[in-house]
Nanobody, 125 residues
């Protein structure tokens, strides 16, 4: 059973930066995909970015492209989301998620099998 634990959220002023971490345990090797999603109050959970555990494939939502960077440390089984130039509209609970197999549509929440508990990110104006 894969377990995902997010950390690194907090309160930051607009224009600031935060780095989220997602530590994975219990996973097996293979072509798995790790995604970050976020959910603001009253809104649907939306895709932010994904990365494959093997290879260099990454992909970002248009709303964060150029500001957020997803990366991984395979030795630590940890994926990071570096968030720069934060905006108030980035305020949300951020979740990491992992798929058991390489998904066909990794930008959709239904492609993922395991989810973390979420970490709150609040950006003040």
């Amino acid at each position: 059973q894969v377990q995902l634990v997010e950390s690194g959220g907090g309160l930051v002023q607009a224009g600031g930066s935060l780095r989220l971490s997602c530590a994975a345990s219990g996973r097996t090797s293979g072509s798995h995909c790790l995604g970050w999603f976020r959910q603001a109050p009253g809104k649907e959970r939306e895709f932010v970015a994904y990365i494959l555990w093997s290879g260099d494939s990454t992909y970002y939502a248009d709303s964060v492209k150029g500001r957020f960077t997803i990366s991984r440390d395979n030795a630590k089984n940890t994926v990071y989301l570096q968030m720069n130039s934060l905006k108030p509209e980035d305020t949300a609970v951020y979740y990491c998620a992992e798929s058991k197999v390489l998904p066909n549509f990794p930008t959709t929440r239904y492609a993922y099998d395991y989810w973390g508990q979420g970490t709150q990110v609040t950006v003040s104006s």
